[in-house]
């Protein structure tokens, strides 16, 4: 949430942050704002909305050459989108500039002592309390920013990640972090720093990882990083392994499109290096394989599309392992007193790796004795860096809100976890494991199979245009499913959607169907499971009989369920914990679709930021 850039180098600071904002925007774009020094001149300008209004004000009202800069793209927290509350926020004597992400929570306090000291306060922001600070703080500080900024933290409760410019020290940049993300981007004779590696990709693909409770001073040539008491720390640098071109639109007018587009290679990248010439799983997961055999209990803590990833997942890890599995919304998780141990592996899944209530999940966890095993995207970021270990999905960058790629990669890599778990503890005879690794490493081929047949769910979704509410139904894995592609429809249609566990519906949601609702139902496969199969077959059927417009998918060849179809959608043969990968594509065009024909932004749904980095 809020997307954050900071440059000092040779280059135009202003192009350089513009860049890296319209890359961050996914983050937050209730308004947007930028800063320079200019000649020891600090100029800004900010403006409500998304980037765009910010751009034309800079056609407008050009800034004045500068090689220093830092640029705010905002999720509003305290106070509402207007051009007063956007960032970068400035010090009564306009010296300082401040650009923040997270939530000070001590604001209210600071704010009537500033204000009882004299001190202008000119937004309903949290953030604005730090530009003030640090205004008597440099001073106190004989005019060292960096002094100042850790003084000033010393002081701040919450998560934050500050970064901010001062007149009077023209070639630096200096940030802060607790709780929020930033990570540094070393160039050659210039310096990043960003919430995200996406800001500065075009221009250096070396990037420092950063700690808890550290302060950065960037100059054109130098990084300096130390704690909050100002001591020298080492931070680990690493290379980003994908380049720009992976962060742009390529060819489709939509990140989501684009994204829904390269799920066959991502899950086939979440698989690449995984599998050994035997056929076996080969995981360096970083915990030792006696740590594994001694597990009794698996929970996994995720959020939205992640926590639905989970749920899937556990049917699976079950089914393999025999090992009792929970899965926990993270937001919840440290609130309700889990029971945890030095026999518990918790599963945190996040894309971003930044997710608040999951890395407060993860740190409740390993307080409590916990094994914590991260399944994240994004290298370098706070949730693998905080766990015992960590499988990264190697989806590439995910930029559309809504997550496509990233669901179906967690999916894969979570069964990878199962999987290698049944191997180490020989739940699973190895042939077994052989055989379910092998269907594995054919989704891709199959997924590819959905995107080419999936043309006829666009046009459905032209139709259901003017549908006030959509359910979704599900058994077994199917039900997550159900749950995600109704999270879909919500965030991107803005349309009331649900998702129901298909034998629930006779227990009180049957009530909501009207003549004309559309129920789009999950079947599993006839084969194998085919009690799953045939209940589901009969509540397509109940629906139906109340007048429900039946959605169904299924599996190619699967006839029983043609009678009752108004609209039937095939997927590909795969045994049922594996139908989730294919199952879930047509959900996500359908939303995206759908979204699109109301005429909404699909890539930037409104309320929404992809990175949600309060609680
Ligand atoms: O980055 P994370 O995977 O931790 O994010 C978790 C959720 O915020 C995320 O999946 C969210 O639900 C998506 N917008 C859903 O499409």
Redesign the pocket.
Known sequence: MCGIVGYVGAKQALEVVVSGLRRLEYRGYDSAGVAVVSDSVLVTRKRAGKLVNLESLLGAEPLPESTTGIGHTRWATHGVPNDANAHPHVDCSGRIAVIHNGIIENFAELRAELSAGGHSLDSDTDTEVAAHLLEEAVERAGGSLADAMRAVCARLEGAFTLVAIDSRSPDLVVGARRNSPLVVGVGDGEMFMASDVAAFIEYTRDALELGQDQVIELRADSVLVTDFAGNPVEVRAFRVDWDASAAEKGGYDLFMLKEIAEQPKAVADTLLGRIGPNGELRLDLGLPEEALRDIDKVVIT?????YHAGMIAKYAIEHWTRIPCEVELASEFRYRDPILGRRTLVIA????G??MD?LMAVRYAREQGARVLAICNTNGSTIPRESDAVLYTHAGPEVA???TK?FTTQVVAVYLVGLYLAQVRGDKFGDEVRAIIRELADMPRKVDIVLDTVEPVRELARQLKDATSVLFIGRHVGFPVALEGA??LK?LAYMHAEGFAAGELKHGPIALLEPGTPVVVIVPSPLGRSVIHDKIVSNIQEVRARGALTIVIAEEGDESVEAWADHLIRVPVCPTLLQPLVATIPLQVLACELATAKGHDVDQPRN?A???TVE
């Not at 995720?302 to 992640?306: I, N, P, R, S, V």
């Not at 899944?349 to 971003?352: G, K, L, P, T, W």
Request: proline share 0%.
């Open positions: 995720a959020c939205g599309t992640a899944i996040s894309q971003s930044e997710t999951t809100v809504a997550s990233a999270l879909k965030e929404l992809k990175s949600v």
